[in-house]
């Protein structure tokens, strides 16, 4: 699987867009860029996944650069409720089962 | 639609025992995985379950097994219990079937001490 590299953590000043990056440049063809977030003691919660093409949901948009070695997770107006650890995934797809490997993530405070 | 549910939420266990943790996948969702998270860790991929069987394993010792019954739901059983298997662990569920990933559905997790 591919790895990614995150920072460690950022911080956000409240009503403000939040822009995580990722960096994915060992991604094969096949696979997609997952986002899912950890909010204290929950499980994660999935935000948002693409392959190519910049996706968008009532979460989060997902910018993936054109030669899909670099992303970014926009939360457009970030909240105090969106402090948490988000993770960038890759992930293969594979008919019948997949795999999802998690890495240390990145912490988003975000300020008042 | 319940998602994901998972019991106990907590538990205690001596080194030594042995502990079965269990995971009722979401409404329609056929795959099942197990995840453990030490405390300021990411998850870590135990195994995960599709059509009854293991499909993929972690880098984690044979005392941790699995089963997944024919409604899809789950067990994880770890035995010989360490100190270090103290952590939360997470069952997620997805939908196997079908040409594109759809993500997966965490549970709120079974926190286990080992003591």
């Known amino acids: 699987d591919a790895k990614t590299t995150q920072p460690t953590s950022m911080d956000c000043a409240e009503g403000r867009a939040a822009n995580l990056p990722c960096n994915h440049s060992?991604?094969?063809?096949?696979?997609?860029v997952y986002w899912y977030r950890q909010i204290h003691s929950q499980g994660p919660q999935y935000i948002i996944h693409?392959?190519?093409n910049n996706e968008t949901n009532e979460m989060a948009s997902l910018i993936i650069t054109e030669d899909r070695k670099s992303s970014t997770l926009i939360l457009p107006h970030a909240t105090l409720r969106d402090t948490a650890v988000y993770y960038c995934?890759?992930?293969?797809?594979?008919?019948?089962?997949?795999?999802?490997?998690f890495g240390t993530g990145t912490k988003l405070q975000v300020i008042p | 639609d319940a998602g994901v549910t998972q019991s106990p939420t907590h538990l205690i266990k001596t080194r030594g025992q042995q502990v079965t943790l269990r995971c009722s996948p979401k409404?329609?969702?056929?795959?099942v995985s197990w995840y453990q998270q030490a405390l300021g860790q990411g998850p870590q991929f135990i195994f995960q379950?599709?059509?009854?069987?293991?499909?993929q394993r972690g880098n984690f010792p044979d005392r941790f097994s699995g089963h997944q019954f024919p409604n899809y739901s789950s067990e994880l059983n770890v035995n010989a219990l360490l100190l270090g298997d103290s952590a939360l662990y997470l069952c997620a569920s997805s939908q196997g079937t079908g040409g594109a990933s759809y993500g997966y559905t965490f549970g709120s997790g079974t926190r286990l001490t080992v003591v």
């Open positions: 995934i890759v992930s293969p797809t594979v008919r019948g089962y997949q795999k999802v490997t």
């Open positions: 060992t991604i094969s063809g096949n696979e997609y």
């Open positions: 409404s329609g969702h056929d795959t």
């Open positions: 379950y599709y059509e009854e069987e293991e499909r």
């Open positions: 693409g392959l190519k």
